[in-house]
């Protein structure tokens, strides 16, 4: 019983701290390289949640800050209220580990290439270990992300990717990589929606790899105001639902 309580918690933590913790590109899993504009503001209020054959986890609400600080950089910081709720055990709340990192994007995108960027983060162990709601040691994630956006204003497309690698100190614990491709469509002026696919290696001694998709939506009520859903599963893993939705706030000078 206690292997398979911490194998579903750690379940839960790469869920928190991949994005779907961070859920590193709201509502997407994958993330992109456009840093928010110099002096601009996003902030998210969040709710994200899995489903394993061993019980529910995530974060009942999380607050998500980016700032553009300068040209090309991006601050970043999620601060959530996680749950762990094991199928035969009792459900734990409290807040989770901390996730801060910077976004930079180094190669600005033209007709002939891609933009790129490299978004690296760190978990700080913040959440209870015992508890479920944490890891327990300072974790880091270093990805080099891509974006090519083409066709008429409006209606663009627009794909994104890449992965990296996910240090995961720790007894018992496995250093895991992550790659995973966006495609989405603006179909109307405030209606945009995309899928993405995953993988995720290991992350334990005794888990398994996970390959998984969304589908998304983001809707926006205005120029400041927007909502992110998506939901998807495990095409190959141990993820039978996954959900994300959140209310984005966005303003600048």
């Not at 998210?44 to 980016?66: C, F, P, Q």
């Not at 250093?175 to 989405?184: A, E, I, P, R």
């Amino acid at each position: 019983m206690h292997s398979i309580l911490r194998l579903h918690r750690l379940l839960v933590l790469a869920l928190c701290c991949c994005p779907l913790a961070a859920l590193a590109g709201p509502p997407f899993a994958t993330d992109d390289p456009e840093p928010v504009e110099y002096r601009h503001w996003e902030f998210y209020v969040a709710s994200e949640h899995e489903k394993t054959a061993d019980g529910w986890g995530g974060s009942a609400a999380l607050i998500e800050v980016n700032y553009g600080v300068i040209s090309n950089v991006q601050l970043h910081l999620i601060a959530p209220l996680a749950y762990d709720s094991p199928t035969h055990g009792k459900t734990q709340a409290g807040y989770g580990d901390t996730e801060v990192g910077a976004k930079y994007r180094f190669v600005q995108e033209t007709p002939d290439h891609p933009q790129v960027g490299v978004f690296p983060l760190l978990e700080v162990p913040t959440g209870e270990e015992d508890r479920g709601l944490g890891s327990g040691h300072m974790g880091a994630f270093i990805p080099v992300w891509l974006q090519k956006g083409w066709g008429q204003e409006g209606r663009q497309w627009t794909a994104y990717g890449g992965g990296g690698y996910h240090i995961n100190p720790g007894a018992g614990n496995r250093d895991w990589t992550f790659v995973g491709l966006v495609l989405q469509r603006q179909v109307t002026e405030k209606v945009l929606l995309g899928g993405e696919v995953f993988h995720r290696t290991a992350t334990q001694a005794n888990d398994q790899s996970d390959t998984a998709f969304n589908l998304a939506t983001v809707i926006d009520f205005g120029e400041h105001h927007h909502l992110l859903l998506s939901v998807g599963r495990s095409i190959d893993g141990p993820t039978e639902f996954q959900t994300y939705v959140a209310y984005q706030l966005t303003f600048g000078p």
